[in-house]
Each structure stands twice: as C-alpha cells, then as structure tokens.
C-alpha cells in the first residue's frame, strides 16, 4: 500500500497555470503507476492523465498539449504541470497508484482547482 497526498490545487483565471504534486509515501513508489483522475460537482470522476514507472505517458484527449504528467522517484512525487487551464478543468483532483492502467488500489484525499472564467 502507498499513501498519497496532492497539494497545489487552488483558484486561477482561465488561461493561467498551476502544478499539482502528489507526495508518496510506503512502499516503493518507483514502482507504481500513477495516474491523475478529476471530478467536476455532480459529475463521475474521470481519468487525466497516467504515467508509467519507465516514464510513458497517457492522457485524455481533453488536457493533451495542455497538461503535463510527471515523475522524480528519486522525491517519491508526481506532478500535473496544467497550462492554459479552462472553466471546465474545474474539479477535485485525485492521484492514484497501481501496477496498470485502470487498477488502481490507493488514492489521495483531493485537491480543489477552479478555474474563473
């Protein structure tokens, strides 16, 4: 098991930017797949973006050429560098860790981004 914190969410206006961190701590975090989920007010949360522990990357058609995922394992930390950010990335974000896309086995508690229009 890995616990995982965020930290970096907050308000900005549309077309700013933020960076999301996601601090790991237990077992080996090298070794997980980390990816980053959101969830809009009444809406089902939804995948962003993952990264692999060799570094391949996957995103959501929504934030390609805007988000960036991130890994230094040498920190036990992922990142989600978000540019040009839209009224609709408004949400919670989430990581998440696991050994393959869509298994996911421990979350983190959230943070809030929203985005002024």
């Known amino acids: 098991q890995v616990q995982l914190v965020e930290s970096g969410g907050g308000l900005v206006q549309a077309g700013g930017s933020l960076r999301l961190s996601c601090a790991a701590s237990?077992?080996?975090?090298?070794?997980?797949?980390i990816a980053w989920f959101r969830q809009a007010p009444g809406k089902e949360r939804k995948f962003v973006a993952a990264?692999?522990?060799?570094?391949?990357?996957y995103y959501a058609d929504s934030v390609k050429g805007r988000f960036t995922i991130s890994r230094d394992n040498a920190k036990n930390t992922a990142y989600l560098q978000m540019n040009d950010l839209k009224a609709e990335d408004t949400a919670v974000y989430y990581c998440?860790?696991?050994?393959?896309?869509?298994?996911?086995?421990?979350w983190g508690q959230g943070t809030q981004v929203t985005v002024s229009s």
């Open positions: 998440a860790a696991g050994l393959e896309l869509g298994m996911y086995g421990d």
């Open positions: 237990g077992r080996t975090f090298s070794a997980y797949l």
């Open positions: 990264i692999r522990r060799g570094g391949d990357t």
